[in-house]
């Protein structure tokens, strides 16, 4: 019998990348704008400031547009669970004999659900809260009850 499942943890980004280029443009444009009024009065300091200002910013936007994507896939397919973490770009995969793993529930705050099995150990859920984590621990532990029951 076939069984699928899947869960898919990934973060909550409150800008799309579209909303973050256009709120870096208009900062931009306003930092400029005050740097050069200011420039053109003789204190030329607040423009190299606001330059700075805009590099510094640049460089904080990238490193968020570089985790933006970041998440986690579980799936459990006919007897095999498959955990795919994907952070700053990079994509790792490990896969898991379903009757094999066991699963160490998050016993406290801010704790991750470990998955072993044969030597091998995974933590997921690092990008969700703890009721999420909590709920997802709970259902992979009952799915994978049940192909362990099926077998």
Known sequence: M??????????????????????????????????LGFALHGAWFVLVFALLDIGVLAAALLCYA???GDRERIALNDGCLL????????????RLEACWTRIAMPDRQRSLIALESRGVRVEIGGFV???????VAQELRSELRKTAFLR
């Open 2 to 35: 076939l069984m699928e499942r899947e869960w898919l943890l990934k973060k909550n980004c409150s800008m799309s990348p579209r909303q973050v280029g256009v709120a870096y443009g208009l900062l931009c444009l306003f930092l400029l704008v005050i740097g």
């Open 66 to 68: 570089r985790h933006a």
């Open 83 to 94: 955990v795919e973490r994907v952070e700053a770009g990079q994509l790792r995969s490990i």
């Open 129 to 135: 809260g703890e009721e999420l984590r909590e709920q």
